[in-house]
């Protein structure tokens, strides 16, 4: 079939599923309840169906009461179990895929259960929705007219037992359909090249000639891709090589230090971002509006939310028909691979209740509260954001450390940044950062007013790919792998200074 008739008729498949998605909108909460439902009656001969006597779940308030929230830890020996080839135990389809995830640069790494109605009705569910919401807001895309350059991670295989794990973007492309295939680059070998440095290089020698329409990956290592194109080519920027790009779907980290460095690689004001909201453990959210950043909760991917405000107790847990507006909740999922009341560790709210739309705020376990002062990613990117505008620089990397008190000295943050462009004058920088988390974070505010415990925060400007080579050191490249924002220790700041 012709590229162009194949983009005609993709496209009209793909605005077909518009009419469901406004179904949920219309009817979320119903939607919900009937996706927590099937999952019960499903997994009733379950290990965890019968300790729980699912059989006699009436209503949510009942699974509430009876089946606890837990952490990856607390569910740890299950998995184990699971890998090494006993089934039934969480999920009543046989799991084969777990997806290999830290969430952070910690070294312990998570095995995520993948089961093959997550993989269907989830995470390609949810790719096929990326498309179809986006064609819905630009009903003359040619999108499918080229190829999207995805990103992906490497696979291994688990050499005890039947069973495998990897990133879970190689675990999509190592079962992507046939017709996914086509309309992608890499092919799934490049893509899955464990080595990631070789894998770049791959990928830009057979990625050159294609016609790329998209792009699709995590921030940090996409721009580290697409940098060295540049390098490799000479040309100033992306669309002078891949003149039709018209869109980047983006998730897995924070888009707004990348931002400005994004922009002088597209420098069109046609060129579109798009955001998702992804996770080994599920797809939550896709970004549905062209003019707002606003990502809408998806609802029938086999998922059931829950939330826990942030600094509040279990207790004040509620399901999606109570959560209020512009409020900090911790997110509490059952999904269809068999996790059940699982708390993943992000953090949202809700910019929107009709229909659901959220915001990514940060993770439980990246803030700074040293000193009481309460510091999360989101007021960090936003104060990044205000700052680097107004001091006309640019940054690729940061993370944050506290400053611990001694006999005579007060607390700060130290602030390890990576430049792009360095600011004029590293003292106004220091400043108005500073303003601007506290007009972010009232917390922070007190705490800074009349450096009454907080000190001015400490910058240390990093060399040039400082935090790339840290994370080479520690065998993180690529993949899913993340910068850690902030932390309540020094262990990340630590390493870092010893390096830069």
């Known amino acids: 079939m012709p590229i162009p008739i194949f ?78 080839g006993e089934q039934n135990i969480f999920w009543r389809t046989p799991i084969k895929w777990f997806a290999k995830s830290s969430g952070t ?60 794990y990897g990133d879970l973007s190689a675990i999509m492309i190592d079962n992507l359909p046939f017709w996914a295939e086509l309309s992608s680059t890499p092919s799934s070998k490049t893509s899955l090249i464990p080595e990631w440095e070789d894998k770049v290089k791959a990928i830009i020698k057979e990625s050159m000639n294609q016609k790329v329409t998209s792009f699709a990956g995590v921030p940090s290592w996409m721009l580290s891709l697409l940098q060295q194109v540049i390098d490799k080519t000479g040309k100033d920027n992306i669309l002078e090589i891949w ?71 279990e207790s004040e847990i509620v399901s999606l028909a109570d959560v209020k507006l512009n409020k900090n909740y911790e997110m509490v999922i059952t999904t269809n691979s068999g996790l059940w009341r699982y708390k993943i560790g992000d953090t949202i709210k809700f910019t929107c209740l009709n229909p659901f739309r959220v915001k990514v705020t940060g993770r439980t376990k990246h803030f700074i509260n040293v000193f009481g002062e309460e510091l999360v990613v989101e007021n960090a990117e936003m104060a990044l954001s205000k700052t680097t505008e107004l001091t006309k620089s640019e940054i690729s990397n940061y993370t944050v450390g506290p ?37 972010l974070n009232s917390d922070y505010e007190a705490k800074r007013y009349k450096d009454s415990t907080l000190e001015l925060p400490k910058i240390i400007k990093g060399r040039k790919n400082l935090f790339y080579d840290w994370l080479r050191s520690r065998n993180k490249l690529g993949g899913q792998n993340k910068i850690p924002r902030l932390s309540n220790s020094r262990e990340y700041v630590e390493e870092l200074l010893g390096i830069n």
């Open 7 to 84: 983009n005609s008729v993709a496209s009209f498949f793909l605005k077909r599923r518009i009419s469901q998605i406004e179904l949920f909108k219309d009817y979320p909460i119903e939607v919900q309840q009937e996706v927590l439902r099937k999952m019960i009656v499903y997994s009733i001969d379950t290990e965890i169906g019968k300790k729980y006597d699912f059989k006699t779940i009436r209503h949510y308030n009942d699974f509430k009461e009876r089946i606890p929230t837990v952490t990856y830890e607390e569910i740890y020996k299950d998995i184990e179990r699971n890998r090494k």
């Open 105 to 164: 640069t910690n070294a312990k790494s998570k095995f995520i259960p993948i089961s093959y109605e997550s993989l269907e009705d989830c995470h390609y569910k949810a790719g096929k929705d990326m498309l179809s919401l986006y064609f819905n807001n630009n009903i003359d895309s040619q999108l499918l007219v080229g190829k999207c350059l995805r990103l992906g991670g490497s696979r291994e295989i688990y050499e005890n037992n039947d069973s495998y």
């Open 243 to 313: 003149q039709d790009a018209e869109v980047y779907f983006h998730g897995g980290v924070s888009f707004e230090p990348y931002r400005n460095l994004y922009n002088k690689l597209f420098p069109s004001k046609d060129f579109k971002y798009f955001e998702i909201f992804n996770a080994s453990e599920g797809f939550f959210a896709i970004q549905d509006q062209n003019s707002s950043t606003e990502l809408l909760l998806m609802l029938d991917y086999g998922i059931f939310y829950e939330f826990i405000p942030v600094n509040g107790s």
């Open 403 to 439: 400053i611990f008190m001694g006999d005579k000295t007060k607390g700060s943050h130290e602030w390890i940044i990576e430049f792009s462009k360095e600011p004029d004058d590293m003292n106004k920088f220091t400043e108005i950062l500073d303003l601007s988390l506290q007009s």
